[in-house]
C-alpha cells in the first residue's frame, strides 16, 4: 500500500506482538514470523496496523481501545462483508480471519491482505494528471453501481440489514451517535433531526450500502486510474445505494471557501466529472433512469456525516481516537450541519 502514511504503534493502541504472532502462526497457513507491526495514520474509527513478516505483509483492523459507542467499531461486520463480496465484480482485499475473542490484542481484530496501491486523500487529485482525474472519478462511479447490483441474498449477505425502512433507522440511530457524543448545543443538528423523518422518500429496492463510500476509502491501481480495493466498511448494511450516492457527491456541496474540496473548484479545468456526470455514470452502469428527490439523499448524508464527525471529535477529547488528528474537527459538525441545513432551505424554497 504505497502512498500511505505509516508510524509506530501509538502509545494508547499498543498491545502484545509477540502474543499476536504466535496466534496467527497458528491460524494462517502462509504466515511465518517474525513479526514487525507499523501503525497507518488516519483511519479514525477503527486502527488498522500494517503486519510486516519476511515472506508476506498483511493489514490487521481492530477496534479501538476504551468504552465504545453502542453499534459502533463493528470491525466484524467489516469481516463479513468483505468475505462475501471477494467473488463479485466489487474489489476488495482478501479476507484471512476474524478474532472475536478479547485475549489477543485487546479488543476484536481481523487481518486480510494487504493491496498494493495508491491513496488518494484530495478530492481535487493534485497528483494525476488532468486526463486521469475524470477516470478515476468515473471508476468511483461505477463500482459504487457494481456494488448496489450485488445480490445479498446470493453471497451470503440476505440478513445483513434489519427489517424496517432504512433511513428511519439510520437517521435514529446517527441522532443517538450524535447526542451521545454531543459537546455543545448545534441549533442545525437539533432542526435536522426534526425535519429528516419527516422528509423520507418512498423506498426505492433494498441494496448492500458501504456507508462511507469516498475517495479516500479506495485503492487506486499503482499506474492506472483504476479502482484495485474498496475499504472500510464498519459502517456497511443492506438498504438505499442512494445513501452512498448522496454522501460521494456531498464533496460537490461543501464549503466553496475551501481550497480543497470540489464545491469551490473549478471543475473543467482540473479535468473532474461534474455532479451531474456522476449521477449519470451511475445510473448508467446500475441500470435506472432518474433519482427523484436528490436533495433529500445530500442533506440526509450531511447531517449524518456530522454526527460521525462528532464522534470522532469526542474521542480526541477523551484521549482514545484512532489519530492524533482528531481534535482538529472541533468546528467540523457544526459547519456540515449548517450547510446542510441551508440546502434544506433553499429546497423549499424551490
Keep these: 500500500m504505497s502512498d500511505v502514511e ?7 493502541h499498543r498491545f502484545d506482538e509477540t502474543k499476536l504472532n504466535a496466534f496467527l502462526e497458528e491460524q494462517i497457513l502462509d504466515y511465518e514470523g517474525p513479526l514487525e507491526v507499523r501503525q497507518f495514520e488516519g483511519g479514525q474509527s477503527n486502527p488498522t496496523f500494517q503486519l510486516i513478516t519476511p515472506k508476506k505483509t498483511f493489514v490487521m483492523r481492530k477496534q479501538p481501545p476504551g468504552e465504545l459507542l453502542p453499534s459502533a467499531h463493528q470491525v466484524d461486520r467489516e469481516f463479513k462483508v468483505m468475505d462475501a463480496l471477494w ?7 482478501k ?3 476474524l478474532n472475536e475473542d478479547t485475549e489477543i490484542v485487546g479488543t476484536k481484530f ?21 486526463e486521469q482525474r475524470k477516470s478515476l472519478y468515473e471508476d468511483l462511479a461505477r463500482v459504487l453501481a457494481e456494488l448496489h447490483k450485488v445480490n445479498a441474498e446470493k453471497v451470503g449477505l440476505g440478513e445483513f440489514g434489519r427489517p424496517g425502512n432504512y433511513y428511519e433507522r439510520q437517521i435514529n440511530r446517527w441522532s443517538k451517535q450524535y447526542l451521545a457524543s454531543q459537546t455543545e448545543q448545534i441549533e442545525a443538528m437539533d432542526n435536522l433531526m426534526a425535519w429528516l423523518p419527516d422528509n423520507i422518500p ?25 479502482i484495485v480495493a474498496v475499504l472500510d466498511w464498519e459502517l456497511s448494511t443492506l438498504g438505499d445505494g442512494l445513501a452512498d450516492l448522496g454522501y460521494m457527491c456531498q464533496e460537490y456541496h461543501g464549503d466553496s471557501e475551501s481550497p480543497d474540496g470540489l464545491a469551490g473548484a473549478n471543475l473543467v479545468e482540473l479535468g473532474i466529472p461534474n455532479e451531474n456526470r456522476i449521477l449519470h455514470t451511475y445510473c448508467e ?5 432518474k433519482i427523484e428527490n436528490w436533495e433529500f439523499y445530500l442533506i440526509y448524508n450531511m447531517f449524518r456525516s456530522a ?5 470522532v471529535y469526542k474521542r480526541g477529547l477523551d484521549g482514545n481516537a484512532s489519530s492524533d488528528k482528531a481534535l482538529e474537527y472541533k468546528e467540523a459538525a457544526r459547519l456540515r450541519s449548517e450547510r446542510a441545513w441551508a440546502l434544506v432551505e433553499q429546497t423549499q424554497l424551490k
Excluded at 505509516?6 to 494508547?12: E, H, K, N, Q, S
Excluded at 493491496?115 to 494528471?129: D, I
Excluded at 452502469?285 to 433512469?289: K, M, N, T, V
Design 6 to 12: 505509516l508510524t509506530a504503534v501509538r502509545d494508547a
Design 285 to 289: 452502469q446500475r441500470g435506472i433512469e
Design 95 to 97: 479476507m484471512y480471519l
Design 307 to 311: 454526527g460521525i464527525i462528532q464522534g
Design 110 to 130: 481481523y487481518v486480510m491482505e494487504m493491496v498494493e496501491g495508491r491513496l488518494f486523500t484530495e478530492t481535487r487529485l493534485p497528483q494525476l494528471p488532468k
Design 87 to 93: 467473488d463479485t465484480a466489487v474489489p476488495v482485499p
Design 202 to 226: 418512498d423506498a426505492s429496492s433494498s441494496a448492500i450500502v458501504h456507508g462511507d463510500f469516498r475517495l479516500g476509502n479506495v485503492l487506486v491501481h499503482p499506474n492506472h486510474p483504476k
